[in-house]
T-cell receptor, first 115, second 109 residues
Framework: EPEVTQTPSHQVTQMGQEVILRCVPISNHLYFYWYRQILGQKVEFLVSFYNNEISEKSEIFDDQFSVERPDGSNFTLKIRSTKLEDSAMYFC?????????????FGSGTRLTVV | SQQGEEDPQALSIQEGENATMNCSYKTSINNLQWYRQNSGRGLVHLIL?????REKHSGRLRVTLDTSKKSSSLLITASRAADTASYFC?????????FGTGTRLKVLA
């Protein structure tokens, strides 16, 4: 059983629509992250989340993005009004110790296609 | 920039040969990780090496770290066709890891 489950595995949406990507880590995880990877390009950091607050976010993570952990379990990334350039693989990751030496466990990703 | 830069960008070898990939970075680090990604798939954590370590092994994988040169290498010995993938180094930041651009490894059977 994967330690981090992402749903859906693939989502197609119309430009301008809102999408919510979900991540279900094991309950004792403290640190959560979202990364994205545009096809054929590098893995880019979006946001880190600790103790129900954003710890750090990148320039990519603008006002159209938001994250929350609404029920203490699911960790979601919302894109309010999708653009064509939001098409990418989105990866959720978790860690029990932040960056202090234990690495991440990544989910298998959600492929978002904006048409 | 804290980003790691891998080289080569692409590497093609015969099955059974060793593959070496390098990662260079610019700032001081706490630790560095290597990940593997099969085409269109997720990221699989391979090895984490801390700044006070010089070498780590895991099966056919060997990772070295030279903090004086700000570089790391990943060696895959006795490569197999199934090792075909992209390999990324990731540099530990304050609340995140920054990934390098990756090396695309192709192992020919």
């Amino acid at each position: 059983e994967p330690e981090v489950t992402q749903t859906p595995s693939h989502q197609v949406t119309q430009m301008g629509q809102e999408v919510i990507l979900r991540c279900v880590p094991i309950s004792n995880h403290l640190y959560f992250y979202w990364y994205r990877q545009i096809l054929g390009q590098k893995v880019e950091f979006l946001v880190s989340f600790y103790n129900n607050e954003i710890s750090e976010k990148s320039e990519i993570f603008d006002d159209q993005f938001s994250v929350e952990r609404p029920d203490g379990s699911n960790f979601t990334l919302k894109i309010r009004s999708t653009k064509l350039e939001d098409s990418a693989m989105y990866f959720c990751a978790r860690s029990t110790q932040g960056d202090r030496g234990y690495g991440y466990t990544f989910g298998s990703g959600t492929r978002l296609t904006v048409v | 920039s804290q980003q790691g830069e891998e080289d080569p960008q692409a590497l093609s070898i015969q099955e059974g040969e060793n593959a070496t990939m390098n990662c260079s970075y610019k700032t001081s680090i706490n630790n560095l990780q290597w990940y593997r990604q099969n085409s269109g798939r997720g990221l699989v954590h391979l090895i984490l090496i801390r700044s006070n370590e010089r070498e780590k092994h895991s099966g056919r994988l060997r990772v070295t770290l030279d903090t004086s040169k700000k570089s790391s290498s990943l060696l895959i010995t006795a490569s197999r066709a199934a090792d075909t993938a992209s390999y990324f180094c990731a540099i530990a930041g304050t609340y995140k890891y920054i990934f390098g651009t990756g090396t695309r490894l192709k192992v020919l059977a």
